[in-house]
């Protein structure tokens, strides 16, 4: 969902890390303040001051992102959830949790958690700019606090918008929660406002730029497919969870997966398994006792024509616990286990023993067939 990640610091025991597209925010926030808005608001001042200025707006900006997500994760943490980190990107931040709140009453207390907390940065620096403009501090100082109230106040409503996964999105899915007692359900309605809140903007996005030639239209379109596009996967993944969680994996695995002997030529690898399956991975067994594997993509260590003089043990991997799942084991958790190695696959197995093999394609198809079936 956050695409490449740049760890950046961690606090309170939680990784702050940065998707590569907020550097494209950063630059636009600080160019913005230094060329537009400040100049704007405060004609006369010289341009390193400016740059300053923009290069100070944009530092508490971040910080305002970070206060806001920050109080979502910590309020999450008290209630005994699991946050993994928090995430800043291209049009915002969002604190990344393991589970799904346990109740209504908790999925309300963490989203709101982070309006109010806008709420207050935008009260606190509101009464700092009017402090300071009593002082005989330059004028530029109080309004770079009042900058920084008003983008608090901006952040809070807007994420009070009542659509999914905007925090007033998770406002309104904790009442409907309440409401029917469903959380699956609460979830789509509230999805379905989160996305058309987004289409919303791009009409206005479209209709600002082409209807009165306004370039700021382009940031409501782009914020509008974002909008649109994380509300959908947002949906998409409660319902992963929700289907897959506290279920044993060995529900949705295939029996019996294809496995290759560590003595097998690597001509044979290829010609009878790799040529005919398809598969990226094999787990190599001796006897179903599972001793490793080779991805088929290795085989181009050797050169071609001294495939025959050598075997799959040579060029075999040891599993990763990342790689391996106990037939028991939760599959959300196996999921997530794929999520984070990157692989399309793992192996089930029961101590040494292979029993089967479970893919991402084998769940996905598996959440379709049930959605089909069961709507």
């Known amino acids: 969902m956050f695409g490449n990640r740049v760890a950046l610091f961690t606090l309170f025991g939680l990784e702050v890390r940065a998707n590569t597209s907020w550097v494209i925010l950063a630059v636009l926030v600080f160019w913005t303040l230094a060329t537009g808005f400040f100049p704007a608001q ?15 707006g944009m530092l508490g900006v971040f910080f305002s992102l970070l ?7 910590l309020v999450a943490r008290a209630r005994g959830m699991e946050i993994t980190g928090i995430t800043l990107f291209l049009f915002g931040g969002a604190a990344e949790m393991a589970e799904e709140p346990p109740t209504p009453r908790i999925e309300f207390e963490v989203a709101a958690a982070g309006p109010l907390a806008s709420l207050f940065l935008c009260l606190a620096f509101g009464l700092l700019a009017g402090l300071l403009i009593q002082t005989p501090l330059p004028e530029y100082v109080a309004a770079l606090f009042g900058y920084l109230s008003l983008i608090n106040l901006l952040l809070a409503v807007f994420n009070m918008f009542p659509g999914f996964p905007l925090d007033g999105g998770r406002v309104l899915r904790a009442w409907l929660w309440h409401r029917r007692g469903d959380l699956l359900s609460a979830t789509r309605t509230a999805s379905r406002m989160g996305q058309g809140f987004g289409l919303t903007l791009v009409i206005l996005g479209f209709w600002a730029l082409i209807g009165i030639g306004a370039l700021g239209g382009l940031w409501w379109i782009l914020i509008g497919i974002f909008v649109l596009g994380v509300a959908r996967a947002a949906y998409e993944q409660t319902a992963m969870r929700l289907t897959f969680e506290g279920s044993p994996i060995r529900r949705f695995m295939a029996e019996h997966p294809v496995s290759v002997s560590p003595d097998l030529d690597l001509v044979s690898f290829i010609e009878d398994h790799a ?26 260590q050797i050169p ?12 075999m ?13 939760d599959a959300q958790k ?12 793992i192996i089930v197995a029961d101590g040494d023993r292979v029993i089967g093999v479970v893919t991402v394609a084998d769940l996905l198809n598996h959440l379709a067939l049930r959605r089909d079936l069961e709507g």
Not at 304 to 315: M, T
């Open 67 to 73: 206060f806001h997500e920050f109080s979502h994760s």
């Open 42 to 56: 405060l004609p006369g001042l010289s341009e390193p001051v400016y740059w300053t200025l923009g290069l100070v």
């Open 304 to 315: 071609r024509e001294e495939w025959a003089q050598h075997s799959v043990a040579d060029i």
């Open 317 to 329: 991997r040891p599993f990763e616990d990342q790689q391996v799942a106990a037939p028991d084991e």
């Open 334 to 345: 196996v999921l997530e286990k794929m999520q984070r190695s990157g692989t399309g696959q």
């Open 275 to 300: 040529y005919r399956d398809h598969y990226s991975v094999y787990p190599v067994t001796r006897d179903d006792r599972l001793l490793g594997r080779v991805r088929t993509r290795d085989v181009k």
